[in-house]
Structures are given as C-alpha cells and as structure tokens.
C-alpha cells in the first residue's frame, strides 16, 4: 500500500454508541451560571445517569433565570450564592467550573479539595503559577480532573495525531498554527484583566495549540519570544456594545491581548511558530503546517476557530522521485463534539479512568501562554519555567 493510502485508509471513523449504566446517578453541581454552563447543562439533561441537584453564582438570581432560560426544571435543584456555600453543603460527585478565567483555579482547588471531580473549563487557568496550585490539589485528593478542550473529541483532530504517529511525517522538526478572527472579540468577562486575566490565548489560543502539541506528545516548552496587542478591543470603531456596555465602554475596559504571535522551541529540537487573533485586517494569518524529514501536513484554518478543520488536510511527499500531494477527506462526526467532552468526563469518573484531557498536558498549554505574555512583557526571549508539582 502507497504512503497516501496507507494514511487514507485510517480516515473512516464512527463514533460508538455505549449503553449508559443507570444504577448509579452522579450528582452534579454547576459553577457559574454564565453562557458556559449552557453548553454543560444542555448536556447534563441528556444522560439518564446524571442529576443535577446544584448551582452556584455570585450573581443573586441568575441561577433561577438560567434554568428558566435553559427549560430546566428546578423543582429539586439548589442555588447558592458562592460555590463555597455549595461544596460546604452538598454531597456532590462532580462539579463543572464554568465560570471566569481569573476564578478557574480557586474554585477547582475547593472542589478537588471537598472530594469532588473537576470539569474545567478552557482555559485551563490564567498563569502557569496558578496551574501547578490546581494540580497540587489533584494530586493530594486523587481527585479526577479534565480540562474542557473538546476540540479533542473530533475525529479529524484525532487524525492528526495518527498521521504524525504512523511516522508518515518522520522527525518533526517545525509547526505553524494558530488562526483567529477577523472580526470576533466576545467582550462580556473575556476583555478585563480582573475577570478573563488574559484575551484571544486563553479564548480559542489554547485550542490551536493543543491541537498540535497533542498531535506530537506534548514535548516540553523550553524558551519563547512572544508579542501581544490589542490595537482593535481598545478601538471603539472596532467594538459592539451589548446589553451592559456601550461599544465605547467596551473599549475603555478591553485591557488584555486581542492578538498574539511567539517563536516557541520545544524539546525534541521542534521549534512552534504560534499566532491567535480576535481581530485584524486579515482572514486567517494562515494555516496550521507541521514539517516533518519525510512529509509535510497543511491543515486548513477555520473562520473563527470552531473545534475543528477548517477543511481537508493534504500530505505532502515524495514517492519514487516524485513530489505527491494526497487529500485527506473530511471525517464526518454526528455527535456533538461538546456531548463526548461531558460523557467522557462522566464515563471516566463512573470506570475509574483516567482524565479525558489530563492537567499533565494542558500544564504545557499554559506555561506557553504564560511565556508569551511574559516575554511580551519584557521584550525578548525568555526561558519557560515550569514549577516543579
């Protein structure tokens, strides 16, 4: 069988359907009653093996009008004012932390601490610093936790990560990726350093990152030269307004990065050629390459970073002295990438698995964005450091 069809015949994939134990229901408690947690709880419904019997939010009444707004009965579901007051007061088996970034790892410190697994939502934290506490806690309670990347959950994501490991590349040596928006700034908690802590990386930036890095086993990151800017989030001719803001007031209050770009040197002698954007006078800054000795793997952006390949991805490669190139179609996947997060967060806990998405990896995901907002900072390379857990 000819290189391209060797990688060809790996690309049909179904998505199994598994019969869900029902003798014993998970309780589950929701952090944050934001636009997250709307994704979460439309999940949570689906599974006859799960009831969800508590939220928390900082917000008074916001998680009697999320249910209303969701068509969640509430009859038998507790609010609470803090997700404290919850832990403190429920016997919960898992939590989803869906609330801001700035918060992500208080909240999953509390809830690893009082027994309970953790969903977190991307991003994994704000800094590097900050995820090592987490992982500390996880480590102490043999608590699961799983970061909430369902790019992962795609097949075609996962195709990546064959074709890499078939050896069809060979040794990789250089990996573009990135992608972004031309016009798409979220505001809300995403533009205030004192709620989201950092822009576009922790927004869709992770994504594409991990995208590569679990593609090639996640090799630590050495040293980064990183730039941010946010010409547009603080331009009001470039911003919206929405139900509390002003397009003005958004800009006045945007204070994080809504483009980044960084050189990355990785283990391996791999070198990450890293860009993300919410908004500039471009479509794409390009697609995602990755450069092996023996082929090359282009795959194409997506308009806004939507969990998945922005179309088909083509093999680059010689074949008897001849350069090739092989179209690597499409998988179809008919589940939600968002369902197979949750499930397979719950599967986990309920068969003693390990975490979907491990902190073990994403710890490398943040310590590269934390690297490019220090090396921003202070206008050179810097070397990645990484605090022992």
């Not at 832990?87 to 970034?101: F, G, P």
């Not at 809830?111 to 900050?130: I, M, N, Y």
């Not at 031309?182 to 908690?189: F, H, L, V, W």
């Not at 509390?244 to 945007?254: P, Q, V």
Request: charge should be negative; hydrophobic fraction near 35%; aromatic fraction near 8%.
């Amino acid at each position: 069988m000819a290189n391209g069809d060797a990688v060809l015949s790996q690309t049909t994939q179904s998505v199994d359907e598994k019969k869900i134990d029902t003798s014993k229901k998970l309780k589950v408690g929701i952090i944050g009653t934001g636009w997250i947690a709307e994704a979460h709880i439309q999940q949570y419904v689906k599974f006859p093996d799960v009831e969800v019997v508590a939220m928390a939010d900082l917000i008074p009444g916001k998680c009697q009008a999320f249910c209303e707004k969701m068509g969640v009965d509430y009859t038998n579901i507790r609010f609470y004012p803090d997700h404290k007051s919850m832990l403190e007061n429920e016997k919960l088996d898992a939590v989803s932390v869906c609330t801001y970034n700035t918060t992500h790892a208080e909240c999953t410190i509390d809830s690893l601490r009082a027994g309970v697994h953790v969903l977190l939502e991307k991003p994994f934290t704000v800094t590097v610093e900050e995820a090592v506490e987490v992982m500390k806690a996880e480590k102490e309670t043999g608590k699961l936790l799983t970061i909430g990347f369902q790019p992962r959950m795609d097949p075609n994501m996962q195709q990546i990560k064959k074709i890499v490991e078939s050896g069809e590349l060979g040794e990789i040596y250089y990996i573009q990726t990135g992608g972004g928006r031309r016009r798409g700034i979220p505001n809300s908690t995403f533009i205030e350093k004192k709620t989201g802590g950092i822009g576009a990386m922790g927004d869709i930036g992770c994504y594409s990152l991990d995208m590569v890095l679990n593609a090639i086993g996640y090799p630590k990151p050495l040293t980064v030269t990183g730039y941010t800017s946010n010409f547009f989030g603080t331009n009001e001719k470039y911003q919206r307004p929405d139900k509390d803001h002003t397009a003005k007031e958004n800009a006045d209050r945007f204070n994080v990065e809504d483009f980044a770009a960084a050189f990355v040197r990785l283990e391996g002698g791999i070198v990450l050629d890293f860009r993300i954007s919410w908004a500039m006078h471009l479509d794409t800054p390009g697609d995602t390459v990755i450069l092996g000795k023996k082929a090359a793997l282009r795959i194409p952006s997506t308009d806004c970073w939507n969990g998945t390949v922005g179309g088909e991805m083509t093999l680059y490669t010689d074949v008897a002295g001849l350069q090739t190139q092989t179209k690597i179609p499409i998988i179809k996947c008919d589940k939600s990438l968002f369902e197979m997060k949750v499930r397979s967060f719950l599967d986990a806990i309920k068969e003693g698995k390990p975490a979907p998405v491990p902190s073990s990896q994403i710890l490398y995901n943040q310590a590269i964005i934390d690297g490019i907002v220090k090396s921003a900072e202070v206008g050179h390379e810097i070397k990645i450091e990484i605090p022992e857990v």
